[in-house]
């Protein structure tokens, strides 16, 4: 809803770079967007997790050495191929030598300029993987039905799970955002379960703080789903998250952009105001009379 838009301005922070990705087109971006939305195994991830770090190198390899590579065994390598949609692990394996030969040249430009670029190819990759709304709108239902939804981020996601919770809570009853490490933070977690709380949006950044990793292992453990928003569809967190949304970091500059993370919120953010339906419409009406009554707002 353009409501939701309408109260704040957007919002874009950073973090540390680790390595430079310049390419309008990269063989990982392609290999992002092939795993967008499956459901992976350990053995799975560990998989991907390889094919990531290591894809030129894994475009020659058969499928018994992708295998020790990764540290699986090769039946685990066959269903994930076919998991991916192939035949046979040689129609795979032309794939990733497609990505290679498909991969742009990196562009002219100052640094900040390359790194504007990468936040507008990490935009346009999301762009692409939103079209099919059908699993983000049952994940909205159902953290819409939790009371209360739990959100939470810490150190350099904080800033987002912040504005999340901020925005969810002109559409939701009682929106928890929990930013604080700790034990305070398992505390809050086990307040809310008892509360009623069946939903926890957790959002981490790199790099992925193991309080994190503990929170969303205990929220797991209460009963809580947890609905993971990061940069990567595979990673040493995505393990704990029961539904796993993902929009690409950039990295071009000394600090991460999270430009793209922050458009992947928002549009989470939409798919549950139209879950909540006329409710939303009525607690966004609600909002603008009484922030109209209080003057909270300078005029345009």
Do not use: C, W
């Not at 475009?59 to 990764?70: M, Q, Y």
């Not at 936040?119 to 709304?133: F, P, S």
């Not at 928002?266 to 009379?289: C, H, K, N, S, Y």
């Amino acid at each position: 809803m353009k409501h939701i838009l309408r109260h704040e301005s957007r919002v874009m922070t950073m973090a540390v770079s680790r390595q430079p990705r310049t390419g309008a087109s990269t063989p990982s971006r392609a290999l992002h967007e092939l795993l967008a939305g499956r459901t992976l195994t350990p053995a799975q991830r560990r998989i991907a997790q390889y094919l990531l770090a290591n894809i030129g190198e894994a475009a020659a390899l058969t499928s018994g050495e992708l295998a020790e590579r990764a540290g699986v065994s090769q039946p685990s390598v066959t269903r994930f191929v076919s998991l991916l949609g192939f035949e046979g692990f040689p129609q795979f394996r032309r794939a990733m030598r497609g990505f290679l030969e498909a991969a742009e040249p990196a562009e002219e430009g100052n640094k900040l300029q390359l790194g504007v670029r990468e936040d507008i190819a990490r935009l346009e990759t999301l762009h692409t993987e939103l079209a099919g709304q059908e699993r983000l709108a049952g994940i909205a239902e159902r953290l819409y039905a939790s009371v209360p939804l739990v959100v939470s981020g810490l150190r350099v996601s904080a800033h987002v799970a912040g504005l999340f919770g901020y925005l969810a809570a002109k559409i939701h009853p009682d929106v928890r955002v929990l930013t604080n490490g700790g034990t305070v933070l398992l505390d809050q977690l086990g307040h809310a379960r008892a509360a009623g709380a069946s939903e926890a949006v957790f959002f981490a950044m790199p790099r992925y703080p193991r309080e994190t990793a503990a929170a969303m292992r205990f929220a797991g453990e209460l009963g809580m789903r947890i609905v993971l928003i990061t940069d990567e569809p595979v990673s040493a967190i995505t393990e704990h998250a029961g539904d796993v949304l993902h929009a690409g970091v950039g990295s071009e500059l000394v600090f991460d952009s999270h430009a793209a993370i922050v458009s992947l919120s928002v549009a989470l953010l939409e798919t549950i105001a139209d879950a909540a339906g006329p409710r939303a419409r009525q607690r966004l009406e609600g909002f603008d009379r009484y922030a109209a009554e209080q003057e909270i707002f300078t005029e345009r």
